[in-house]
């Protein structure tokens, strides 16, 4: 056949800020994946380097870097702009949300994609998914908490997002505490419980020895979605070519995230059940008290926020159809496999 | 910075025959959403033509076509080449394997691809995943089944993999029937059942009419992966940007189908439930029994063929540990979601 005309590309160089630190290799990691699919489909013609959380700006400071274009990219997780707007925290994950597959479904295939994108809009920002963890453990916890009343007063160590809000109606008294500082805050007794990811991530920050009660799931991130934030204009620069590619990469990095947490988290919770963790879920009643302070706080946002209310409802809609086939052939198969012995 | 040396890419045209006709449209289309990405992340220089099954070569000669160089590449099941060597079922669905997620971790993160591709490279050819359905339905039933007993004798429709020796095991006569003359067989009562994908899919073909009984989970079915096969030639044959555009495009194909399975799926079912079908789970006495005969089958696999030997070991091994964490925060999340109102 007839060769194409010959055009050259020209060089791009972007950066990306990522909110996550190196030692976080997972989540971290995903970054490095996705700029090194970009380096090599666009033969080396498209490099983008990958800067640490704190490197270029504060970690929660890559949503403002893209914005004003100091960064053309960020690895983070929406939530933790939940401040700005709540309806942040539903590109990521909300209490009672969906799981990895289902967000999926929602952002390809249902409104999620296009109604974020939208509200990104206002940030001058366009979203890709990133990553995802999978459903989070519900954190260390030094007691036993079995009942609505242990949890009153507890101070807990909680990330991003709504989980803070629905935690106090329930007379938790969240606490803020960057990763590196739990494990003393633990020992000491500072606080009585801490979340952070799940057991490949936990495992390495050794909280089992200061607070061996180990709970799940985390109810406040079933699937939470990491996205890369794209600045506008730097998108609408790049060739349709170079589009592409940064569309495929991002998706090369998401799967590639999901797939190493599951194949890593496995071994990881071995080793903790080895190691005298106490594995605990949460009971009916903690888990119906959370679900109910929920729906509040998703009732407060709707009077907050416009966008949250907007995008919110489509969210639960789709959740809804969502969880009604998968309580059919996916629920049924995954429940007969883990009541049989392999 | 100094652009690099500038280089024409020649122009490339392959050719893909997929094994699904067109209306089969989530499964056949992931094949053209794959060569769309390359086309625009090649800049037009890269094309892949897509062809339905039966267009170059019957549905089921794929394998034969890309290991002879007739096409550069196919979109099938890797169960359908079961007759080959059994092991090619392991790289896409055995009774009792993974979910879509636990499949995805062990081919990207455990051995599954490394160890698959070893196999594949016996017949010339490398693999990418090209999509899941996700967990499939059991079936469409003339009539309930309850007993292990109600199985005997029981013609039902199956399509590809080990399922037709687990089935023979418990007394079901296996009919190897295409999906266009299903409705027709068991309209005539020819056949007494018959399984086909899921909701979406099998809406399309009416079996609501001629066979209400909508039993669930596909337990032979849990997470299907279908694949990319593309000769090993071809493929060394491309520039290394070529072969990383390819990789991306899988992925997104890949991850495109699930989520467009899980997003249609439950209006097809709410749909099907409307319309009086009536939704029922294989009961623990078939489930049971079917699993049992499939470890005899899988036995039988050992002895016969020393690749699945070498594969299944390694699938099992990886397969429970997976079940064991998914057992907790994912399975606990999932349950109780589908334990509430929304």
Known sequence: GMAPAVHAQAAVRWRLASSFPKPLDTIYGAAEVFANAVKAMSGGKFEISVHAGGELMPPFGVVDGVQQGSVEMCHTVPYYFYGKNPAFAIGAAIPFGMNARQMNAWMMHGNGRKLMNEFYGNYGMLSYAGGNTGTQMG?????????????????????????????????????????????????????????????????????????????????????????????????????????????????????????????????????????????????????????KAAQQVYEENDAKSPEWKKIFADFRAFQRNQVAWFRVAEGRFDSYMQSIKL
């Open 139 to 291: 954190g260390w916890f030094r007691k036993e908490v079995k009942t609505v009343a242990d949890l009153k007063g507890l101070k807990m160590r909680l990330g991003g997002g709504l989980v803070g809000e629905v935690m106090a109606k329930m007379g938790v008294v969240p606490q803020s505490i960057p990763g590196g500082e739990i494990y003393q805050a633990l020992e000491k007794g500072t606080i009585d419980a801490a979340e952070w990811v799940g057991p490949y991530d936990d495992q390495k920050l050794g909280f089992a020895k200061v607070a061996p009660h180990y709970y799940y799931p985390g109810w406040w991130e079933g699937g939470p979605e990491v996205d890369f934030f794209i600045n506008r204009k730097a998108f609408d620069a790049l060739s349709p070519e170079n589009k592409a590619i940064v569309e495929a990469a991002t998706t090369v990095a998401a799967v590639d995230m999901l797939a190493k947490y599951d194949a890593r988290n496995p071994e990881a919770l071995k080793q903790l059940i080895g190691a005298k963790v106490k594995l605990l879920p949460f009971s009916k009643e903690i888990l119906d008290a959370s679900f």
